[in-house]
């Protein structure tokens, strides 16, 4: 598979993919980079799109530079990323996986991709926050007080970011979305992800595994899963194309 190193405002990405008027924007997760969207992209080129990724902030080749992975750093980049997308193809989706669904939708709510897959997502970041509070025993007025707080499972919560999820919930995803989503996710509440789907309309796969799919068996479901949505699409932008032939 062709694969092409490049830099969207600075930002490295990568380009895969034979030549097409179709993209998919891949933004990964906490712990991800731009190379790991190489397993999606091979299978989004052979249903005949090509794939765009591009490592967020601390991930990839951007270990060790200043820029933070917060959505005030985050999503301005991925905004210019799909636009720079959009210049050179004619149809953009997006795919998210974790941390990497909610900035895309941040990014993107005003001007929606063509489709979207999130993987595990994160839907409701203010909700997630409260839970790292709770499992933390951290209450909302020491961390406003102490501004940053570490944990012990890893993640530091931040007042700044927790109202900042407050104040960009997501209210506005005008996009044919489809979700995979693990029962034994520890991260995301199942009451989170079903009313989601509700609200926006979304396809929802529930299937067995946890937050990140990573045995041979949940990586041949997330693997089937990818197949059929992306079949699906094909077989939708074939009949719209035999529709404006006729």
Request: aromatic share 10%; net charge negative.
């Given at each position: 598979?062709?694969?092409?190193?490049?830099?969207?405002?600075?930002?490295?990405?990568?380009?895969?993919?034979?030549?097409?008027?179709?993209?998919?924007?891949?933004?990964?997760?906490?712990?991800?980079?731009?190379?790991?969207?190489?397993?999606?992209?091979?299978?989004?080129?052979?249903?005949?799109?090509?794939?765009?990724?591009?490592?967020?902030?601390?991930?990839?080749?951007?270990?060790?530079?200043?820029?933070?992975?917060?959505?005030?750093?985050?999503?301005?980049?991925?905004?210019?990323?799909?636009?720079?997308?959009?210049?050179?193809?004619?149809?953009?989706?997006?795919?998210?996986?974790?941390?990497?669904?909610?900035?895309?939708?941040l990014a993107l709510g005003v001007q929606?991709?063509?489709?979207?897959?999130?993987?595990?997502?994160?839907?409701?970041?203010?909700?997630?926050?409260?839970?790292?509070?709770?499992?933390?025993?951290?209450?909302?007025?020491?961390?406003?007080?102490?501004?940053?707080?570490?944990?012990?499972?890893?993640?530091?919560?931040?007042?700044?970011?927790?109202?900042?999820?407050?104040?960009?919930?997501?209210?506005?995803?005008?996009?044919?979305?489809?979700?995979?989503?693990?029962?034994?996710?520890?991260?995301?509440?199942?009451?989170?992800?079903?009313?989601?789907?509700?609200?926006?309309?979304?396809?929802?796969?529930?299937?067995?595994?946890?937050?990140?799919?990573?045995?041979?068996?949940?990586?041949?479901?997330?693997?089937?899963?990818?197949?059929?949505?992306?079949?699906?699409?094909?077989?939708?932008?074939?009949?719209?194309?035999?529709?404006?032939?006729?």
């Amino acid at each position: 598979m062709n694969r092409s190193r490049t830099e969207i405002e600075g930002v490295p990405a990568i380009v895969w993919g034979a030549a097409s008027n179709r993209v998919w924007l891949c933004v990964h997760g906490q712990g991800g980079r731009k190379e790991d969207a190489e397993g999606f992209a091979a299978l989004a080129e052979e249903h005949g799109a090509q794939a765009v990724s591009l490592d967020l902030p601390e991930h990839g080749e951007r270990v060790g530079q200043d820029a933070l992975c917060v959505p005030w750093q985050a999503v301005p980049e991925i905004q210019s990323a799909a636009a720079w997308a959009r210049s050179r193809w004619r149809w953009l989706g997006l795919r998210g996986e974790s941390l990497g669904a909610w900035f895309g939708m941040l990014a993107l709510g005003v001007q929606p991709p063509d489709r979207a897959l999130f993987v595990s997502p994160v839907l409701d970041m203010a909700a997630l926050i409260s839970d790292m509070m709770s499992w933390a025993g951290v209450t909302a007025d020491r961390l406003e007080r102490e501004g940053e707080i570490p944990t012990d499972f890893g993640q530091t919560l931040s007042w700044k970011y927790f109202c900042y999820a407050k104040e960009h919930a997501v209210r506005r995803w005008e996009c044919p979305t489809e979700i995979l989503y693990a029962r034994e996710d520890a991260l995301i509440r199942r009451e989170t992800v079903d009313r989601f789907a509700a609200r926006f309309h979304a396809g929802l796969t529930v299937t067995e595994g946890e937050h990140w799919f990573h045995t041979p068996e949940q990586i041949d479901t997330l693997t089937e899963w990818t197949r059929v949505c992306l079949t699906k699409e094909e077989g939708r932008k074939r009949h719209e194309t035999a529709k404006r032939d006729i």
